[in-house]
């Protein structure tokens, strides 16, 4: 087991962490061992969260040296993995066993059990966030024994996404099936007028992962198109414009020479290099950004655009990019697509602390009407109030953390002040 007892940062270098202590054991039993022992312990995944929602009073604990143990079952329907394994390792290891993930986030780096905690998702009008193919999860309680919630469970629907207050996830099954193959296409200048009307809607529709880039100028800069293709197809066509914006021919390299996103020339591949943004055997970025998101209606999301807009000017000296997802609805208790489709708008900022931390509250006002779900890892100031407003459950997932923690050795800080109430 290795520790630090330094001063720790997330990946981003936006938070430092205030825990006195993190600890990575490298095996399940250490992990119990230490959960049992420890009077306060939060969980720690690959610490790609923007914000402190992973720290706490006590120590931290992080799963990530624990073996990955990837079993796949005999029916070939579902994965158990350890929690601190990332996807790209797990991604891989199905593709090689000829099984996939239903969808994956734009980085592949990030840890299975983190990733579902805060309810991360990829793209896809028809496609749930990552969080919804969990089958199981095993908690280390607070004795440091090992409580395992399958789907059908009472409580399944408060657990999955749980945000660390449920226990230290030790292992997560997932659902998976035979392995497909995706091209990805990249049209630019999408007018904004495309989103009138239904049009959000059939954009987000018109193929299995759609995303929609824009610096709020002119019009949507690119729209990066994932078609599933039909298995005994070789191939689809697709057309030179989509929704007013040009097919991107320029088959070679479409960003840099040295870019590090997944192949966007059209040709044909297996998911694991298509799905994600991000290429599974770079290092992606170097952490110098800041990441906000918001989730609301998709049916609504044409107008949630609309407002942001309007602060176009305010935004563009401190923006990298926006990027705009759908997600489909669930029924997880804290998901931020919880009862309904959802568009998510995404901004990855420049590191202008200042300046963005300004800004956000002003996103936040003209997003009001729409009653915007803030992505539980990224940044933003949405009070412990309107989240209270805008997640319906929230009262019973109090109930299910004051059941299973009734000590609240798994709360403390970020959760305690948003979403335990205490
Ligand atoms: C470059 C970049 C790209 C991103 N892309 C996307 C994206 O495409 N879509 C999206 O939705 N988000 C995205 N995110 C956000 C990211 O997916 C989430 O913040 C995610 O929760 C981070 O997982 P992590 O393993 O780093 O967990 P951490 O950030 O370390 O922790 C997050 C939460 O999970 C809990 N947790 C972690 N591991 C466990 C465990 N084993 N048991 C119990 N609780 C645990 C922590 O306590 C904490 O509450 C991105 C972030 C970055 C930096």
Not at 216 to 222: K, W
Not at 384 to 394: G, H, I
Request: net charge negative; hydrophobic share 40%.
């Amino acid at each position: 087991m290795t520790f630090t007892a330094e001063r720790e940062q997330n990946w981003a270098g936006t938070h430092v962490y205030g825990a006195s202590r993190i600890l990575n054991p490298t095996s399940v039993d250490e992990l119990r061992t230490i959960v049992a022992a420890e009077p306060r312990v939060r969980a720690l995944g690959t610490r790609h969260s923007f914000n402190s929602v992973a720290d706490g009073p006590g120590v931290l604990v992080s799963p990530i040296d624990i073996p990955a143990d990837i079993v796949v079952s005999d029916d070939r329907t579902s994965v158990a993995v350890g929690a601190g394994t990332r996807y790209a390792v797990v991604a891989t290891e199905l593709e090689r066993q000829g099984l996939a993930l239903h969808n994956m986030g734009s980085l592949p780096h990030i840890s299975v059990g983190g990733a579902t905690a805060t309810g991360t998702h990829g793209s896809g009008a028809a496609n749930g966030s990552l969080a919804t193919s969990v089958r199981a999860l095993e908690f280390v309680t607070a004795d440091g024994s090992v409580r395992t919630v399958t789907r059908g469970d009472a409580d399944f629907a408060g657990s999955v996404i749980h945000l660390g207050a449920l226990g230290i996830v030790s292992r997560v099954t997932l659902d998976v099936e035979p392995s497909y193959r995706v091209r990805q296409d990249v049209y630019l200048g999408v007018p904004w007028s495309s989103l009138e009307g239904a049009g959000l809607r059939e954009i987000m529709s018109c193929a299995y992962s759609v995303s929609l880039f824009t610096v709020y100028g002119d019009d949507i800069t690119q729209m990066w198109v994932k078609t599933r293709i039909p298995e005994g197809v070789d191939d689809v066509e697709m057309p030179d414009e989509l929704f007013g914006g040009k097919h991107n021919d320029n088959r070679v390299a479409f960003v840099s020479e040295d870019d590090n996103t997944t192949p966007m020339d059209g040709s044909v591949g297996p998911w694991v290099d298509r799905l994600p943004h991000f290429r599974i055997d770079r290092n992606p970025s170097n952490g110098e950004e800041i990441q906000t998101e918001y989730f609301v209606s998709l049916d609504e999301g044409a107008a949630a655009i609309q407002a942001v807009r309007t602060l176009a000017a305010k935004i563009q000296p401190h923006l990298l990019v926006t990027e705009l997802r759908a997600v489909a609805g669930d029924d997880f208790w804290l998901s931020e697509t919880q009862g309904q489709d959802s568009l998510c708008i995404h901004f990855t900022w420049a590191k202008h602390v200042d300046e963005v931390a300004e800004l956000i509250p002003q996103i936040e006002e003209v997003l009001r009407p729409f009653t915007p779900r803030p992505h539980w890892g990224k940044v933003n100031t949405v009070s412990a109030s309107e989240l209270e407003e805008r997640y319906p459950r929230l009262g019973e997932f109090r109930a299910l953390v004051a059941k299973h923690d009734p000590d609240g050795k798994f709360s403390g800080g970020f959760l305690d002040e948003l979403v335990l109430g205490r």
